[in-house]
């Protein structure tokens, strides 16, 4: 490189020899800064060869050491350096599926011994068939294993034992509450009969031997009964004549000569305080008070003592006399939540000794164990013991030490060992229903040790076996065939109801009732749909009673419009007038009127030659106006004012008759008003202080009054209110239950596990509260009947065949609650049954199917993520599926309870009419009969209030078991989350498990652990 310029003189290139050697210089310095350059590239690019190859042999050495996870690290980080490497990217997959296959079976094994752990505690609790799926999950994860093999063939047995048990106590009991329900209705033949039979089942049931005695001897006593019954009723007879004429002092006498004949019956005795009442009326409130003083004080008293319980029941006896006596009440709560905090304290407590006490009996059992060397028993007494404390070093010493006694143990046992791999593989092919092999190895077993039963006893049952497969089977298809019909014909039924409901939500109540109406061709009995029905098609009734106003309307408005136009006023006035009677809400014709009001009096004033006819007819205008209110005392004042005008006016003096008329039949509809007003305000002041189940009762007598649109829908809001508080209730315990679930995320599959075993027994606890509300209910029912037949012995009236009407509607009541605690108790078995095969062991079972499947699968993931939530969305059907049917179940109990609520307001109803007529009768007689009426009327409405209680109970009980529901549904899907966390990390290792691999040189991890856990 250079740069010359021309020299014309010299006629030559004139080079320029500073500028070239300075580029030349550059050049060479460019040169040397090039070589440098590349040195340094190459020393980076030895030293990321070099980088690649470290993580390459750190990966290769993790493989080699089972360290998976490192060595996926290793490999991903040498990728990072040279992606496209070949060999790399083959080992970083080939680690990835063995940590997975690693990681599966270290899952798998985990919940094998879960699984066992479950069944050994509930076989320790005799619950068989909680134990019997519990080892049948633990066989299909590890089939080899002998022990869950063996428990499920002693389960089987067992729960076969039991099955025949409960079948004749089944008989037993069914034949002794038809006794019973025979004894009850005073058929003592039949009931005898009953018991009889009994005793033919089990000739030594002691309670069927007392019964059968019991039952005659009540026949005996109700023959004796039957002739007291007579002399009986002629003295009451007697003496209510001489109480109906205020004889009280010979009515006393002859009422306590029938209380001498029946001491137990109520009805004398109270008539003989009725009487002394009445002479001794000024008494009565100053006992009452000093009763009230006196039951407070004992209340006080108890309390102090601190037994609440006592002294809650003083404070409601002193409520019974001063019922919602404020004080009182504060003395409850305050009473009530000491109790509380008292019985949680002593649960508290119970619970920590129970934990104390289970761990010391493990240990000793343990230590039993051991002693008659039993290893491994004493190994899972420690264990289960470690559970309740873990960590505690002596427990860990006595397993370590169990353990090296159980290895010395194992080395004399060679010929054990052949008879128990015969006996496994025999058992393994026995329990896939492979009988051939196995009766070849039981012959094996047999022939190592042939004064073992057991073999030749698998022999004798493989012949049996046999012999009932082929039957089996085809019973097993026809009930799986009936259920498929009988599923498809409840689905059809409910979609049928579905669509109907949607036709009656879309106003559409035609369509909806022809929709409820096929539901019904497929079950004709279902009182939910039959409600819906009626329900549609009153709904139906009222949109075209409501058209039909509409028209009626609107034409007398036109007619008034009409008139309006052509100005005759006062007939365009009473067609508005009419309208307004139609529509009173309507403000149109009112506005009219008010318009006709001024024209005419604007007319009248026009009238300039006649002052006085216009004063006239402006008074018979507004005459008329208070007329068409209804304010016709004003409206006689008006047509009054008119006549001191022109006097003899006919027209207005008929007016004033006519005015006088309505007035007079107005006063007995203002009554009724003014009654229907008291009941509105009151239950307005109730609902507005959320008093709404009072409220509810109000708005029900005023809608008996006049059954108007305002307490109707005011009572329909009250149901929603009351339901949507009952739900805030459950979504808040819900919520509680799901806020205690997330503090514990982080616990076991076995801590889950408690907590579901600790639901059943919840569930059960609940269904026998529910079945001992129910019977309960029946005994105040009873009782409510017995004391309602016998207030109504009056004038020694034969009551028998009325009598008999109020027994059959028991018995009819009786055989309603005995069917529906049975199909609850059917439903419960079959939610049980659901949730513990379809949620534990085919849950599993898939688990475990496709998992191995997806393990070296690059879309692991999200395929997994699909798979859990299909199994979330199983597992939530089954829940639903058994909250649906318990729901159906209360449906059925609100309808039926609904009726008698219906029946109790008619009888209320009836009575306040009576109460209203008995107030012009004379004052003598009046209160003796009203006194009577009350007496009944209350009888009734306490037992109709019995029977709500113990409905309100009932509901809360189903949405408490509907809150548990929904908690078990959250806890499973918060299992899942954590498991999905955990398998991440997991799943890489278990594949390992599954081909048990070996690596030159190492021992299988497994080698060293004792799998066949032979408990029993």
């Known amino acids: ?115 066992v752990g479950q069944g050994d505690s509930y076989f320790n609790r005799k619950e068989w068939s909680n134990a019997l799926t519990a080892f049948q999950s633990a066989n299909e994860l590890f089939p080899d294993e002998s022990y869950p093999q063996v428990k499920i063939t002693d389960l089987n047995k067992k729960l076969e034992a039991e099955r025949n048990q409960a079948k004749v106590a089944a008989q037993v009991m069914a ?35 007392q019964k059968l005695a019991d039952a005659k001897n009540k026949r005996e006593a109700w023959l004796k009964q039957q002739d007291l019954d007579a002399q009986y009723l002629e003295y009451i007879a007697l003496a209510d004549e001489d109480f109906n004429q205020e004889k009280y002092e010979t009515a006393i006498q002859k009422y306590r000569n029938a209380s001498n004949l029946k001491p137990n019956e109520s009805y004398p005795p109270d008539q003989i305080n009725k009487a ?30 601190k037994e609440y319980k006592s002294g809650i029941g003083f404070y409601e ?33 119970r619970q920590q000794k129970d934990i104390e006490e289970r761990f010391a009996g493990f240990v000793k059992d343990g230590d039993n164990s051991f002693g008659v060397k039993n290893y491994v028993d004493a190994i899972g007494f420690y264990e289960d013991a470690l559970e309740l404390k873990p960590a505690d070093p002596d427990v860990e010493a006595k397993i370590a030490e169990t353990r090296k006694a159980m290895n010395n143990l194992l080395a004399s046992k060679q010929v054990d060992e052949k008879y128990a791999e015969a006996i496994r593989k025999a058992d393994k ?142 007939n365009a006035r009473g067609s508005y007038q009419q309208a307004i009677n139609v529509k009173a809400n309507e403000q149109y014709p009112k506005n009219r009127i008010d318009e006709i009001d001024l024209l005419l009096l604007e007319l009248a004033k ?151 075993e600790q639901y059943i027994v919840a569930a059960r606890n609940a269904q026998k509260n529910a079945e001992d509300l129910k019977y309960a209910e029946l005994l105040a029912y009873q009782e409510a009947l017995r004391r309602t037949r016998e207030g109504y012995v009056e004038n020694g009236v034969n009551t028998r065949n009325s009598n008999a009407s109020i027994i059959n509607e028991q018995k009819d009541l009786n055989d309603y609650l005995y069917d529906q605690i049975k199909k609850e108790d059917d439903l419960r078995q079959i939610a049980e049954v659901k949730m513990v095969k379809e949620m534990d062991a085919t849950w599993v079972k898939e688990m475990n199917a496709e998992q191995r499947e997806r393990a070296t699968s690059s879309t692991l993931t999200e395929d997994y993520k699909q798979y859990q939530k299909d199994l979330n969305s199983k597992h939530n059907e089954v829940i639903m599926g058994n909250y649906n049917e318990s729901q159906q179940l209360a449906e059925m109990r609100y309808k039926k309870f609904g009726e008698h609520e219906d029946i109790r307001l008619k009888n209320i109803k009836e009575i306040e009419n009576k109460k209203e007529g008995l107030k012009t009768f004379n004052s003598d007689n009046s209160a003796n009969q009203q006194k009577r009426i009350e007496e009944s009327s209350e009888n009734i409405i306490e037992m109709r209030k019995t029977q709500i ?68």
């Open 1 to 115: 490189i250079g740069k010359a310029q021309f020299d014309a003189n010299k006629g030559e290139m004139a080079w320029d020899m500073a500028y070239t050697n300075m580029m030349q210089r550059k050049i060479r310095e460019l040169m040397r800064k090039h070589d440098e350059k590349i040195v340094e590239e190459e020393a980076r690019e030895a030293k990321v060869r070099d980088n690649f190859a470290n993580l390459v042999r750190l990966g290769d050495a993790g493989v080699r050491n089972k360290k998976f996870d490192n060595a996926v690290g290793y490999y991903t980080e040498a990728l990072i350096i040279i992606p496209d490497d070949e060999i790399v990217i083959q080992k970083l997959a080939d680690a990835k599926a063995s940590a997975a296959d690693l990681a599966f079976m270290k899952e798998k094994r985990a919940n094998y011994d879960q699984f």
């Open 175 to 209: 034949l002794i509450m038809e006794g019973d329900k025979l004894v009850a209705i005073e058929e003592f033949d039949d009931g005898i009969a009953k018991y009889e039979e009994v005793l033919t089942l089990q000739a030594n049931n002691a309670e069927a031997k």
């Open 276 to 305: 002394e009442e009445f002479l001794s009326l000024a008494k009565a409130d100053e006992a009452k008070k000093k009763s009230f003083d006196e039951l407070v004080k004992k209340g006080d008293a108890t309390v102090s003592k």
């Open 317 to 349: 006896q002193a409520l019974d006399i001063i019922p919602k006596d404020e004080a009182v009440e504060l003395k409850i709560k305050s009473a009530q939540d000491a109790l509380a905090a008292m019985l949680a304290a002593e649960e508290a407590l």
């Open 429 to 570: 092919d026995f329990n896939n229903f492979k009988y051939e092999p196995a009766r070849d190895y039981y012959q094996q077993a047999s022939a190592l040790k042939p004064k073992e039963d057991y073999p030749k006893n698998q022999l004798l049952e493989i012949d049996a076996l046999l012999a009932k497969i082929a039957a089996d089977e085809e019973a097993l298809r026809q009930k799986d065939l009936e259920a498929q019909a009988e599923a498809d014909k409840q689905l059809r039924f409910q979609e049928l109801e579905s669509e109907g409901d949607r036709a009656v939500s879309l106003s559409d109540y035609s369509g909806g009732v022809g929709k409820y109406t096929e539901a019904l061709l497929i079950f004709s009995d279902n009182q939910r749909v039959i409600d819906k029905k009626k329900n549609a098609e009153r709904l139906l009734a009222e949109a075209n009673s409501k058209k039909d106003i509409d028209d009626q309307y609107n034409q007398l408005i036109a007619n008034a419009d009409a008139e309006f136009d052509s100005q005759n006023y006062k």
């Open 606 to 756: 026009n009238k300039k030659n006649d002052e006085k006819t216009a004063r006239f007819d402006a008074l018979e205008a507004e005459g008329d106006a208070k007329v068409a209110s209804t304010e016709y005392l004003e409206a006689i004042d008006k047509f009054e004012l008119a006549l001191e005008i022109i006097p003899d006016n006919t027209r207005v003096q008929q007016k004033i008759t006519n005015a006088r008329k309505m007035f007079e039949s107005a006063s007995s509809a203002r009554e009724l008003d003014e009654m229907y007003n008291e009941f509105i305000t009151k239950a307005d002041s109730q609902f507005n202080t959320e008093e709404y189940k009072n409220a509810k009762r109000n708005y029900q007598q005023a809608y008996g009054l006049k059954p108007m649109d305002y307490p109707k829908n005011r009572i329909a809001e009250i149901d929603k209110i009351l339901l949507d508080i009952e739900r805030q209730k459950a979504e808040d315990e819900a919520a509680r239950l799901a806020e205690m679930q997330n503090k514990n995320k982080d616990r076991s599959w076995e801590d889950n596990s408690s907590d579901e």
């Open 949 to 1016: 209680q113990n409905y309100d109970k009932g509901e809360e009980m189903a949405n408490s078991n509907y809150s548990n529901l929904q908690s078990e549904t959250e806890m499973r899907e918060m299992e899942t989350e954590v498991w999905k966390d955990k398998s991440q990390l997991k799943r890489e290792l278990e594949l390992e498990e599954i081909n048990h691999t070996k690596w030159p040189g190492e021992k299988d991890p497994y080698d060293y652990v004792e799998t066949d856990k032979s408990r029993g």
